[in-house]
T-cell receptor
Framework: GAGVSQTPSNKVTEKGKYVELRCDPI?????LYWYRQSLGQGPEFLIY????????DSGLPNDRFFAVRPEGSVSTLKIQRTERGDSAVYLC?????????????FGPGTRLTVL | DQQVKQNSPSLSVQEGRISILNCDYT??????FLWYKKYPAEGPTFLIS?????DKNEDGRFTVFLNKSAKHLSLHIVPSQPGDSAVYFC??????????FGTGTRLKVLA
């Protein structure tokens, strides 16, 4: 069965540019999460969707970061005016349910490099 | 402030021996703990979990031990195999979807 997929796998951009990172969750998973993993660190929570709405965006570092999930499936993480400090691997995960603790299935990530 | 700590960035073990990976946490509200394994260029994959009502959970070669009073958990892999070579992340949750991850331990199993 298909797992979580993310595109592109690698993205190189210049400081100040706008980027979009896409996540296709496992079919039927209602919950979707974005994490950011910087070099030498573990994944860090950014935002959580239940269906189409962002139920918790407390991990987004600032207002340059925004994510959408318009139809409750695919999600796009958008970063405006990229900075060198945004360079990291951006991981997407999905799960069946949104209540309580449940196993999150991760995609392979998008490695973003801001020059 | 790192709420979940993995103080050993790397560990090397001979094939067939036991691998012990450690994790410490500071938040006493955490009540669910997970271990994820990550190979290069892949996302983390779930390995094993434990609820705070237990002190041990076993799944094949993998066993997780939880010591709530010490706020410490460990993952034991017996016997270790070369295919176990990966980065292992400990994660904790306080009954919600929000996982707090440690910085990971790179395990190398030597053939």
């Amino acid at each position: 069965g298909a797992g979580v997929s993310q595109t592109p796998s690698n993205k190189v951009t210049e400081k100040g540019k706008y980027v979009e990172l896409r996540c296709d969750p496992i079919s039927g998973h209602t919950a979707l999460y974005w994490y950011r993993q910087s070099l030498g660190q573990g994944p860090e929570f950014l935002i959580y969707f239940q269906g189409t709405g962002a139920a918790d965006d407390s991990g987004l570092p600032n207002d340059r970061f925004f994510a959408v999930r318009p139809e409750g499936s695919v999600s796009t993480l958008k970063i405006q005016r990229t900075e060198r400090g945004d360079s990291a691997v951006y991981l997407c995960a999905s799960s069946f349910v949104n209540t309580g603790v449940n196993e999150q299935f991760f995609g392979p990530g998008t490695r973003l490099t801001v020059l | 402030d790192q709420q979940v700590k993995q103080n050993s960035p790397s560990l090397s073990v001979q094939e067939g021996r036991i691998s012990i990976l450690n994790c410490d946490y500071t938040n006493s509200m955490f009540d669910y703990f997970l271990w994820y394994k990550k190979y290069p260029a892949e996302g983390p994959t779930f390995l094993i979990s434990i609820s705070s009502i237990k002190d041990k959970n076993e799944d094949g070669r993998f066993t997780v031990f939880l010591n709530k009073s010490a706020k410490h958990l460990s993952l034991h892999i017996v016997p270790s195999q070369p295919g176990d070579s990966a980065v292992y992340f400990c994660a904790a949750s306080s009954g919600t979807y929000k996982y707090i991850f440690g910085t990971g331990t790179r395990l190398k199993v030597l053939a």
